[in-house]
């Protein structure tokens, strides 16, 4: 048993490294810094998943020199509503917000700059992150409990 903590969230975790790991010769200390935890895997997993879609379908816009209000960009358009709502949806419920934020704008800006599309995406993790911050801190500022870094 190795106690370790995730290299995302900082929660502690306990690994317990197999016989043939340690008789092989490698050392557990190693695995320490690949540590993470199922929620922050998952999250980073699905975030990925999303994004490379977001990624696929701005390379079209940009390739395919669509008109904005054709067939086809009209179709992209929901496909962007559509991911950009569940993109929102894992980051700010990872982030613990306690309701889901989403505007339309996003997908938006995402059709009006699809070459920007890894800084639009980039700026709103961040954003969701700290407003998460923010509502934590100003809760527990109203309830009158310590807060919580």
Same mark, same amino acid.
């Given at each position: 048993?190795?106690?370790?903590?995730?290299?995302?969230?900082?929660?502690?975790?306990?690994?317990?490294?197999?016989?043939?790991?340690?008789?092989?010769?490698?050392?557990?200390?190693?695995?320490?810094?690949?540590?993470?935890? $199922?929620?922050?895997?998952?999250?980073?997993? $699905?975030?990925? +998943?999303?994004?490379?879609?977001?990624?696929?379908?701005?390379?079209?816009?940009?390739?395919?020199?669509?008109?904005?209000?054709?067939?086809?960009?009209?179709?992209?358009?929901?496909?962007?509503?559509?991911?950009?709502?569940?993109?929102?949806?894992?980051?700010?419920?990872? +982030?613990?917000?306690?309701?889901?934020?989403?505007?339309?704008?996003?997908?938006?800006?995402?059709?009006?700059?699809?070459?920007?599309?890894?800084?639009?995406?980039? +700026?709103?993790?961040?954003?969701?992150?700290? $407003?998460?911050?923010?509502?934590?801190?100003?809760?527990?500022?109203?309830?009158?409990?310590?807060?919580?870094?």
């Amino acid at each position: 048993m190795i106690d370790g903590k995730c290299r995302v969230c900082g929660i502690k975790l306990t690994v317990e490294a197999e016989d043939d790991y340690m008789a092989e010769g490698f050392d557990p200390m190693g695995l320490m810094k690949l540590l993470t935890c $199922n929620r922050c895997y998952d999250y980073k997993t $699905n975030r990925e +998943n999303i994004e490379d879609k977001i990624k696929q379908c701005c390379i079209v816009l940009i390739q395919a020199q669509i008109q904005k209000g054709s067939e086809t960009w009209q179709r992209i358009r929901l496909i962007f509503i559509s991911l950009t709502r569940r993109y929102a949806e894992l980051v700010q419920r990872y +982030n613990h917000y306690p309701t889901v934020l989403w505007d339309e704008d996003f997908s938006e800006l995402l059709m009006d700059k699809p070459h920007l599309w890894w800084k639009i995406m980039a +700026n709103y993790r961040i954003h969701a992150r700290d $407003n998460s911050r923010q509502h934590r801190r100003e809760s527990e500022k109203a309830l009158g409990q310590a807060p919580l870094v």
